[in-house]
């Protein structure tokens, strides 16, 4: 297992050996891998990486898996643009976009499972599980087909088609739960202690999270071996948002980026706000709240790392944000016309929170800003599809086309989002 020396429990500190486990039989706490960092401070250099395949497997020595057992379907190095057309809308002059849209499953959650599926087949599981917000569901599928191991995965029974079918079509069993996600998450904890199963968000869930290190990694060395100055990126059960900022800090231990003091922002959709909820009473006490809200793949109520999601919020001097479903929708619109990028929900929390953060005097125009987007927007058509224009309906004739887009230049909503914010 390369690197990777044992467990360790994030509130007592005891040590584990490197299993299939994920709380601290003492104080109840969870494991986090923890590396030989030591060794890895002499061995592991910029060439080194850079030597590596265009996947998140050039970071293989800071994972806790072999890159030459590993399941890998080709995931990560995701390409990071400067987005000067929406920096220039929101007046941010550094703007980046990591665009985790083009991973194979189409979400950054393939990051997560190949660690998982990889730990997974090491310790000789057959079953690949998780409770799912609909994302994750479809790269536990893929993985598994791709390592030939069965899956079995649970889902909220109201998700998007996109997300339905994205997991259907590798055979998985796909259980969709009468309830939310943090019924769906109860039950698969249950189930975890009756079936020998590789759950890979819950009794794996230690490996699972390190997967999205790499983000932070990749974001790095993208810029040149830099840290950014501030991250933007969503919450759900806050583990994401812990780990970039994980990877951020690994890469200043071990000398291959200089230390920024990188700040790091969090959105989460208002209808299922209970990180930020938090933050906004300067409290560490997470209350669990029922989601209602479009973002599905961020519903989680009652997020398990929310507690080090607020820690990170405030060693950072990071800022939350929460926007309404509204605001989701034109995040997601505005990403489209200004950048070329069509995300999921997900991405258009991040992009309305970080353009309220900017409004209220959180980010300064000047730094180097990453915004996380995390799923593509074809598995969420029907959040975005209602505030499209329709195509204009024609005969195959000229005259038919002319009349069509004389109608169509007359009704406002069609034209494009002008420098400033508003509409031509
Ligand atoms: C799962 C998911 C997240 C956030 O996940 P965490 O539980 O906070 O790690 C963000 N974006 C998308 C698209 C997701 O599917
Ligand atoms: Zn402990």
Known sequence: MNFAKNLKCKECGRVYPLDPVHVCEFCFGPLEVFYDYETLGRVLTRER??????????????????????????????????????????????????????????????????????????????????????????????????????????????????????????????????????????????????????????????????????????????????????????????????????????????????????????????????????????????????PQTIAKSLAIGNPADGYYALKVLEQTNGAAAAVTDDEVIEGIKLLAETEGIFAETAGGVVISGLRRLVQEGRVDPEEVVVAFITGAGLKTQEAVSPALAPALTIRPTIDSFEEALGERQRSPASAPIAVGGERR
């Open 49 to 290: 990486i850079e030597a590596g395949p265009p996947t998140m497997w050039r970071y293989a020595d800071l994972l806790p898996c072999r890159r030459e057992t590993a399941v890998d379907i080709g995931t990560g190095f995701t390409p990071l643009i400067r987005a000067n057309n929406l920096g220039r809308l929101l007046g941010l002059n550094n703007l980046f976009i990591k665009n985790d849209c083009q991973n194979p499953t189409w979400s950054f959650k393939d990051r997560v499972v190949s660690v998982a599926a990889s730990v997974a087949r090491e310790f000789e599981f057959d079953t690949l599980a998780c409770a799912s917000t609909g994302n994750l569901a479809n790269s536990v599928s893929a993985h598994a087909a791709r390592a030939g191991m069965k899956a079995c995965v649970f889902i909220p029974g109201d998700l998007e088609q996109g997300k339905v079918i994205g997991s259907a079509v590798y055979n998985p069993t796909l259980v969709a739960v009468e309830g939310g996600y943090d019924d769906v998450n109860r039950l698969c904890s249950e189930l975890g202690d009756k079936y020998p199963w590789a759950f890979v968000n819950i009794n794996v869930r230690p490996y699972y999270a390190e997967g999205s290190k790499t983000l932070g990694y990749e974001v790095c060395e993208q810029l040149g071996w830099r840290a950014p100055d501030h991250c933007i990126a969503p919450m759900a059960s806050g583990s994401l948002y812990t780990k970039i900022y994980k990877g951020i800090k690994e890469l200043t231990w071990l000398g291959l980026v200089d230390w920024r003091a990188t700040r790091m922002s969090g959105a989460q959709a208002l209808g299922c706000s209970p990180i930020y909820e938090a933050w906004a009473r300067g409290s560490f006490t997470i209350r669990p709240q029922k």
